[in-house]
Each structure stands twice: as C-alpha cells, then as structure tokens.
C-alpha cells in the first residue's frame, strides 16, 4: 500500500528541515509489544486478588420493588456485596470536570434502572467464577416500566420519563433550550431563492468501540493510607476525578498508574471501573478487579451513540447550495456521559467543510431507555460527516454535476465565514478533492483543478455574518405541553433579527496566556513564517464592522447570476451543468418549502431568558469569574 | 448474478482537540546528570503512538537526538494534569504541552553550557546530536553530557522544564450557536471503489484511492498506521458494524465477536494514501491529529459508491446485503448510475 | 480440589495448581505469571489469548489447564533467544505492524505456528494462519506484511537485540 507525500502542495508554509520531526522512527513502545512485556492494567499481579461483577437490570426500563441476596452472600467466595448505600457519591456525571450538566447517572441504582444492562449490586469474590454464581443467584423482584426506544418517540408528550435529572428526554442548553441552535442568514429565504431543494434523512447505527482489551481496573491498598488503581482509562485525571469524587476520597490518597492501553477508539472515558474497584479495595482491604467481558464491552459498555440526521438543502442550478438546514438527534441512551458535549461539538461542524450564506440547525441530545452511549473515533462528527457527503451526492445529482466539482465549488476557503461566526483558515479541502481525483483517474475540468483554498475566500459575502433571523421555539418542557417539530423555526411564528456582523469579540483560540520561559524560538517550530502563516496563533478574523451590506445571500444578488466569479469559486464548464441527471427525479425528493405553521404563543416558561438576552444582537449577561455559562442546571447562573 | 462496478466519493474535515477548550495538558522534561532527558506525562497512548510522538517532538525541541530522550507515563503521582487521549487532542494539547516544557529545560541547557563555554546563551545552538555549539563555529562546543554533569555538579542548575498548553473554555449563543470552537482542522477526500452483486446484495469495496491533509506528518509511519488502520475502520462501520441490527429495536445485539462483525485480514482493501501537509499554525510543528478523522470519509464514500453501482440509496448504517436487496426489489432491480 | 499440571513453557519447566475448569490463560497468567498471552473475550473468538501446545496454535481461553500436561508450551514471552528477537518480532518492530499491542502476542504465535511448519508460505497461507486473531488498529495489511517479510528473511536470522 504506497504512500505517496505531496511535499508540492503548501511547501511555502513548511520548513521541512528538522531533525527528529518527519522521521519514521520505530515506536518507543514498540518491543514491549512483540515480547509481550507491556504493561497493560491487568498485567499486575496481586496475592489475594477479588473480581468484582455487577447484577443488571434486564429491563429497558424497570423499577426495583425488592432484592433478596441471602443466596448470592452463602455462595462459596463471596467476600462483599456492595449496594448503592454503600457508594459515598452515587450521583455523577462526566462532565462534571468542566462544571457542563448536572449529575444524573449512578455508579450503582438504587431503584429505577432505565436501560438493560444499568448495574444495580456489585458483589466481590475469591475468583471470577464465584462472583458469575453469586450474581446468579440474586433474586430481584422487577417492576418492568413503559419504556422509549426512538428518539423522535421520546420527544413526544406522552413519552415515558428516562432520566430524572432531564424529565424531558433532553438536555437543557443554556437553561432556555432544549436543544443546541445555529442560526447564520436566513434559511427560508435562502430556500425561497433557491432552483431546488434537495432533502434528505440519514441514521446512524450504535457502534462498538471493540478494543481487543475489555475495559477495567485493578485497585489495592498501598501503603501511606492510599490505594493504588491500575486502570484501562483513555483519560487519566479524568478518571481520577471521578473516583475521588464518588469515594470520596481525596485525589492525594489515589494513584493511578495506566497509559499503555489496549486500544480504546472512545470508549475507555466513562470512568466507572476505577471508583467500583477502588470502592471494592476499601470496603475489603484487598486487591480489587473490576473487569468487563466481552459480552458485557458489547452490551453494557458504551457504543458510539445512534444519530438521525435530516438535511434540506436550497440549491442554485449551477450548484451553488445557498441555505442548509439539519435537524439532529443523538440517541444518548439514559444518562449524559458526552453526548450533550458532542451536539455542541457538531453544531461548530455544522455544515460541513463549505461556505454557504444561510445555515440553520436544530440538535438534540435525546434520552431513551437503551444504553448510554459515549465517544467514538469521531465522535459528533462521524454522524453528521455520513449525513452531509451522502447529501451532497444527491445535490449533485439534482443539478447533474459532478460529484467533487459540487464539493471544490461550494468548499470553504481561508477567509470565509463560519457558520458559528468565526473565519476559516488553513483550509485544504480543495486540494484534498484535487488529489484524490487525480491519483483515482477522476477526470475534473481545468477550472476545478485551478481551484486553491488560498483563492477565493473571504470576499464579499463569504467573509461576512449576514444578518441573521432567529426564533425562540423548543423552550425546555415546551415538548411535554404540547407537539412541537423538532426543525428549526417549527412552531414559532415570531423571528428576532440578529444584526449583520454581530459577533462577540471572543480570545484567540488555541494559547493560553503563554509565560516567558515556555517560549521557543519561532524559527524552530517548522513553520515558514515569510507567508504570513502565524506562529503563535491569531487567527480570528477582524472583527467586522456593523451595518456593512451582506448584498448577496438576503435575495440582494439576483440567482442567476453568472458563477464565473472570482468571489464564488471556479466557475464550471457548461458541460458539467448541462447533463442530465441519470436517475429519474422522483429518487431525489423534492418537496416544496413547508408555509410557517400557525402562529402560537408560546406559553411562558420559568426559564424564560431576560429582556436583555432577548434583544437581538443586544448584550449579553456579564460572565461571572468562576460559573461556567455551560452550566444548564441548578448550579447554573440564573 | 452480476456483479455491479461502482465508484464513490466523499470528502470531509475535522476538527481538532476538544471542542470548546478548557481542556489542558501539562508536561514536565527534566535531565539526567548524564544529559538524557525524562519527558513526564499522564498521557494516554491506546496504540495511536503517543509516547512515540511526544518523544519525537520533546527531542525536536530540546534540540538532542531521539535516543536521548524517553517518555514516562501514565502515573498520576509523577506525570502532571492532562485531560485525556480522546478528541484527537493528544499531539495537539500534549505536543504543545511538551514543546514548552522543552524550551524552558533547552533555555537552562544552553544558559548552563554558555557558562562552561563563556559565551553567551543566545550564541549558543545544538547541533541535534547531541553538542551545543556557538553559532558559526560548530568547534566551540560542549556536549550535551558534559553540560547536564556541569549544571548538576558544578553550577547548582537544574534543565528541566514546564510546559501547558491550555485552550481556554469558551461559550456557545444559545440563539445563534456562535462559538469559538477548535483551532485547527484536518481534512480528507477519498474515492471508493466497490462490487455489488445483485443476487446476495454483498458489497466488497475493492479499492480505496485517499488524500488526507495533516497538517504535518511528525513521524510518516505513524501517520500511515492511523490512516490505513482507520480506512479499515470506516469499511467496517460502512459494511458490517452495529450494537443494534434492529435500531431501535434492541433485540438481536451481538455479545461476541462471532454475532458483532468486523472485516478479516482476507477483507484488507488496497488503500492508496496521498498525504497532504498543510501545517497548522497553532499546533506542534504544525501536525493535526490523524486518528479519528480517517474513518469519516470512507462511511458516505461508499453509500455512494454502492448507489452509483446499483441504484439504491443506504442512507441508514449498516450498509447490510439485507438493505441493498430491499433497495435492489423497490428499485426493480439493479440501476447502474454509471459516472458524470 | 486443584490438580497439579507440569509442562514445559518456552522450554523450561513449569508447574502449577489449577483450579476445576479452569482455563490454561489464567494458569499462564496467574499461576505462572507469564503474562504475554492476553485475555480479550474469553470465549474464544479474539485470538489474543493464542498460544502454542506441542507447536500448534491453540487459544488457551478455550483450553482446560490440566490438558496441557506434559506438553510444551509456547508464548510470545519466550519468543526472543535471549536478548536477540525472533525474525517475526524484528518484522513487526520495523514493518510497524503493532498499534496497541494487545492482539501482538496472540498474533506472533499464529504466524509462529505458520512458518514453524511451511518456512515460505503464500499471502493467502498468512492471511488463513492469523484469520482467528482480531486487531482493531491496523487493519491487517501491516501484519501480513510484516509476516510475509519474517518468511523471507534468512533462515535462523536474529533480529535487532531487545
């Protein structure tokens, strides 16, 4: 399998004349790993060490009327039982750390388990085989409750509960919402422009991350009063955190030795092995493992969470996409774990490595009874990726182009403006597409294969935030008073306007305030800095000055417009345009733009934002030092 | 039977480390009085190579050969706070992390081999195996060893260094979803080529022609092991892999690698790699983080490459055969789309 | 009641107590504490556990302990002569056949067993040898080719010193 680099392409950014960088040096772990010597979590052996397994609901949804574990405890082996009483801290959530969501989800549940699989009792033995029998032999009188499997399903207003924490099946964004908005241009007026609307429905299945190691850990009593935990986490201080706050214990009592994993893909980050195996080493005073199988990875571990994922599209007949709107749904599963940090993650993807005026989206974060799902290998982009480029071959083929000229046409170019308001830079989607074509024999017209990412960008309207319609619908609990769709502008007849170039004046991203003695010497970073490319990153765009005309993607600039505009992109020979599409039409479902639906007061919510963060454009409450403004719950501001 | 030629493309890019920062990694470099150096971390590598990387960057940017370097992690007593090897901010965040902590510990070197050379610091330069030499005049040097024992014995001095590299957290408009999310993207495009046979319904991807942009390839080996070993990945997603066949129904979950499929060594797909290099301004060397975005292309690549094949349209994973012949019995049969 | 079990493990003698049904990866692991053959499933289907008896491969998940008495054992931690790596050990350091390293072992003994008994085999033969063993990282292509390198290197030949 060849691998060819293109030192060609950008090498007057690079200064490939380094030493160590660049250089295929063999890994520095790589002879522990073909003399098996590696140390991996369970790879440390202990006298007297216990195995830990859970008893599990078999139930999507069920409460717990009664547990008799007079059996499982006369088991031969059997050293402690552990029940959610004994958990010091039963309530978490993962993202706890960056203060983002309230704590829903208990390391082990006392009453109500809301998917198949969720852990009520840990029962402790000599070996593994001794713990399988005592789970065995717990007696558990279930209560089996109505249950919700479907995402739209649990938005509905008879949907049974999942999650107390969220009685609604969402998250709660920003304490107003019950999903995460984008809104740039104004969408509807992009479709009303538009030769086509192209629309689309794509599903996401649950994946198993399947590391070939099962997640676990190891704890022990170590000596000084602390216990020390062999673990399988992808995030170390992450899973620190965890433990010290469910057994209460300060991080200075733990150590955590891990970083030679067995493979992870996303999902070594849930952190519920560590404080089980620390809590079992606590409560017995010896060696402690708490180790998946396989059957259990598969099931009760974590899997990429399922998305659906429906996008319109207004489209030019030369291809041009001017408005796109996606409604979004991650099936979180019953509980947070990461799924509310990857709808805000793929909301700043949203829509994808193009320029387009008019953007709108409305994602979810939905509970169902099912398992909790958490990161994967691209986690909250993967999804929307598979949406997105699917979605672009149907463009393509409604307005009979080829498939990667519709790409390098509508692709996002240094200097264009984000979606989430923010310029693009070190873009290279174009000459990915260049690339690819030309090593695969895909033939592209000589306009496409002069297209740069360096050209074209940030003029005129792609290098403006246009003004920008907004609307108020989908408060928190809206859903359980009354149906509501779930896209953008569904159900809400009022539109707030936010200003054409309103953008807070956010930091850089990407350094910290950085001290003096952690500076290294710019010319030594492997960057050509003639080209104007910066070492220390600044790279937010000027910030633009109110009131500036946004001419063309408001119906100011007439659609038929020819393309052949340096402003716009490579123009594309006629012939790409002229063919027809080889697919009869009716495969593409084209359906004309939905009337608003009818105008309804939204009744009044008690997390109803203030006057000044309803003004459009207008300030925003002053950030207190300390409160994060991710904080959607009762630690929230308020 | 026929076996159906189909051709498809899909390009994406994706965004680095986590989304809206706050989350930070540190680093501590330290020597040896014989003037190795100790990178301390609490890292994670999961096979993505990250020992290896922060090695390769901690030898960079101190400015020694690679040998005289080795990466420790992950103990939480000895290697400072990182968030994680997750959201392919591992050589973003950490490589950062270590670059800093390399320049203070290099600052304190040169400054420790000026006073043995009685010169000044900042005419002072390493010649990457391991001297310090005054600039111009590669004779006037000392080498690295000598410098670390002098520090160590003579001056009192130590060469180490700290290093963090922080994103700070930022926000999201509740209305309009402004933010300030990641700093740096990589990206990818790819064209695959498949079969379908009208009579199973089975797809077997034949060839797949990729250009990924990284940024920078810090080692090109790893880089490759990344792309080839995440391309398998996104075959397997687009072809075979669920927890759930029946979503949302859950019946019929796997529970072993017999029931949960995944491609075979047999299965392996010729893969021809582009690497483009497009370095990042804010990232270590320039380098993106590979790892998760290579799979993403290969799911839509080959929904479309199976439509272009045959007609149908699988725009709900698992691309199963029991989907294609549904598709195939609506469709009335097989429509090659052939190309634009 | 645990039953005695003496075997020869990489060549030198080994013994241990196992327990009823208990199985040779955690007579291995535990009892002897040789801890190169990895567990991943349990139920036979990873390969990460293989390990080879009377120089076939075998997943020692699936095999009773007390079997093995008698016999000799083979694990990826007696591959290396000494400092001196196994050719296929040398293969996999430079062909970078190893991400995380926890289906290496399993992986090595497949492909041991392979060129133990047919020093030249085809990619096909590779392919079908190491076709039980899981690897969720590198796709494959690196292994194959990493053993199919070992098959053409001089026979005999020590590889780079650990």
Not at chain 1, 30 to 35: D, E, K, N
Not at chain 1, 317 to 325: H, K, L, N, P, Q
Not at chain 2, 70 to 96: C, E, I, K
Request: hydrophobic share 35%; glycine share 10%; with cysteine.
């Amino acid at each position: 399998m060849p691998v060819e680099f293109r030192k060609d392409l950008f090498a007057d950014e690079r200064d490939d004349n380094l030493a160590e960088i660049g250089k295929p040096h063999i890994r520095q772990d790589i002879l522990g790993h073909v003399t098996g010597r590696s140390p991996f979590y369970d790879d440390h052996l202990f006298d007297g060490l216990l195995h830990m397994r859970c008893v599990r609901s078999p139930h999507h949804h069920s409460r717990v009327r009664s547990v008799d574990t007079s059996a499982a405890e006369r088991v031969p082996g059997v050293v402690r039982l552990i029940r959610p009483q004994d958990v010091p801290v039963n309530l978490n959530t993962l993202l706890a750390l960056l203060n983002f969501g309230r704590d829903d989800e208990p390391l082990l549940t006392p009453d109500r388990c809301a998917y198949k699989g969720e852990p009520i009792i840990a029962i402790i033995a000599t070996s593994e085989r001794a713990a399988r029998d005592a789970v065995a032999q717990v007696k558990v009188d279930w209560e089996e409750l109505p249950f919700v499997l479907d995402v739209e399903e649990a938005l509905k207003p008879e949907a049974p509960m999942v999650n107390e924490t969220y009685p609604n099946n969402t998250f709660d964004y920003h304490d107003r919402y019950d999903h995460q908005k984008l809104r740039f241009g104004d969408v509807e007026a992009g479709f009303a422009q538009a030769d086509h609307i192209v629309e689309g429905e794509y599903q996401m299945s649950p994946i198993e991350q399947a590391p070939m190691e099962t997640c676990g850990a190891i704890a022990a009593p170590e000596t000084n009063d602390r216990f020390v935990c062999y673990t399988s986490t992808q995030a170390l201080f992450f899973s620190v955190a965890v433990a010290a706050k469910q057994t209460a214990l300060p991080s200075s009592r733990l150590h955590f030795i891990g970083g030679t994993v067995g493979g992870g893909f996303g999902g070594k980050v849930d952190s519920h092995h560590e404080p089980l195996a620390i809590l079992g080493a606590m409560l017995t005073g010896r060696p402690v493992k708490y180790q998946w199988d396989r059957a259990e990875e598969m099931q009760v571990g974590a899997p990429r969470g399922a998305e659906r994922w429906r996008i319109k599209d207004g489209v030019m007949r030369d291809g041009r996409i001017v408005a796109r709107e996606f409604t979004g749904f991650f099936d979180a599963g019953a509980y947070t774990r990461l799924s509310s940090y990857a709808v805000q993650k793929c909301t700043g993807h949203i829509p994808g490595p193009y320029t387009i005026p008019n953007i709108a989206s409305n994602v979810y974060c939905v509970f169902t009874n099912r398992t909790p799902s958490t990161a994967m290998r691209g986690f909250g982009i993967t999804g929307v990726d598979f949406a997105i480029e699917c979605h672009m071959d149907k463009v393509a083929e409604q307005v009979a182009m080829d498939p990667i000229e519709l790409r390098i046409l509508n692709a996002y170019r240094d200097g264009d403006m984000k979606a989430h308001r923010r310029s693009a830079k070190n873009c290279a989607l174009i000459e990915c597409c260049q690339v690819v074509a030309e090593k695969s024999g895909w033939a592209l017209s000589a306009d496409a294969r002069a297209a740069s990412s360096l050209r074209g960008g940030g003029v005129d309207w792609r290098a403006e935030i246009p003004e920008t319609l907004t609307d108020q619908g989908g408060q928190i609990g809206e859903r359980k008073r009354r149906a509501l769709a779930p896209e953008p502008f569904a159900g809400v007849s009022q539109r707030h306007t936010v200003a054409a170039g309103s953008a807070n004046e956010h930091p850089a991203t990407g350094n910290a305030p950085q001290r003096e003695d952690m500076v290294i010497e710019a010319e030594r970073l492997g960057f050509k800095v003639s080209t104007g490319v910066p070492v220390s990153s600044a790279p937010i765009a000027p910030p633009t000055p109110p009131g500036v005309p946004v001419p063309y993607p408001n119906n100011a600039r007439p659609p038929e417009q020819p393309d052949r505009d340096a402003s716009t992109g490579p123009g594309l020979p006629p012939a790409a345009r002229s063919a027809e599409p080889l697919l009869p039409r009716e495969t593409v479902p084209q359906r004309p733009v939905a009337p608003p639906p009818a105008a309804v007061t939204p009744p009044p919510s008690p997390s109803q934002p203030t006057s000044a963060d309803q003004a459009p454009g207008g300030p925003r409450p002053p950030r207190r030092p300390g409160v994060s403004r991710f904080i959607s719950g009762p630690r929230g501001r308020r | 039977m026929t076996l159906h030629s189909g051709r498809g493309f899909a390009a994406i890019n994706y965004p680095i480390g986590m989304n809206l920062g706050g989350d930070p990694s540190q680093a501590l470099v330290h020597s040896t009085p014989d003037g190795k150096f100790k990178v301390a971390l609490s890292a994670i590598d999961l096979g993505q190579g990250m020992k290896s990387v922060t090695r390769q960057i901690a030898a960079e940017a101190l400015g020694v050969p690679i040998e005289d370097v080795y990466v420790d992690t992950a103990d939480s007593d000895t290697g400072p706070h990182d968030m994680g090897s997750f959201a392919s901010r591992g050589t973003h965040r950490m490589g950062n992390a270590v670059i800093r902590a390399a320049a203070e510990a290099r600052t304190q070197m040169l400054e420790a081999a000026a006073e043995e050379l009685e010169v000044n610091a900042s005419d002072l330069t390493t010649d990457g195996r391991g001297n310090i030499h005054v600039k111009g005049a590669p004779s006037r040097s000392i080498t690295v060893e000598e410098t670390a024992q002098a520090a160590q014995f003579r001056q009192g001095r130590t060469l180490s260094g700290r290093g963090i590299f922080l994103v700070p957290m930022s926000d999201v408009d509740p209305e309009t979803g402004e933010m300030t999310p990641v700093s740096c993207f990589a990206h990818a495009a790819l064209v695959v080529d498949l079969t379908v046979d009208d009579e199973t319904g089975e797809v077997e991807v034949t060839q797949i022609n990729s250009a990924y942009e990284v940024g920078r390839a810090l080692n090109p080996k790893l880089v490759e092991q990344q792309l080839i070993g995440g391309a398998w990945m996104g075959v397997s997603h687009a072809l075979y892999e669920t927890t759930e066949p029946n979503y949302p129904d859950r019946t019929h979950g796997p529970e072993d690698f017999n029931q949960y499929l995944q491609p075979g060594p047999g299965d392996a797909v010729p893969h021809h790699i582009s690497i483009l290099e497009r370095p990042a301004p804010d990232a270590p060397y320039g380098g993106k983080g590979p790892g998760e975005m290579c799979a993403n292309p290969v799911l839509p690549a080959i929904a479309n490459a199976v439509y272009n094949a045959v007609g149908v349209r699988c725009d709900s994973l698992p691309i199963t055969p029991e989907k294609v012949l549904r598709g195939l019995r609506a469709n009335g049969g097989a429509r090659p789309q052939g190309r634009l | 009641m645990k039953t005695p079990v003496t075997f020869t493990l990489n060549g030198a003698d080994a013994a241990a107590f196992a327990d009823p049904g208990q199985n040779l990866l955690d007579v291995l692991r535990r009892g002897v504490g040789d801890l190169s053959p990895k567990y991943g499933c349990g139920q036979g289907t990873c390969g990460t556990c293989t390990v080879l008896i009377d120089g076939e491969p075998h997943l020692s998940c699936l095999v009773l302990a007390e079997t093995v008495q008698g016999r000799a054992v083979e694990t990826a931690g007696g591959m290396a002569n000494g400092p001196d790596l196994h050719a296929l050990q040398t293969a996999f350091v430079e062909g970078f056949a190893a991400q995380c390293g926890y289906c290496t072992p399993g992986m090595l003994m497949a492909a041991k067993a392979l060129l133990d008994r047919n020093p030249s085999p085809t990619r096909d033969e590779v392919i079908e040898a190491i076709s039980g063993n899981l690897c969720r990282c590198t796709g494959y292509e690196p292994i194959v080719e990493a053993i199919l390198t070992a098959a053409r290197a001089p026979r005999n030949s020590v590889g780079s010193t650990v």
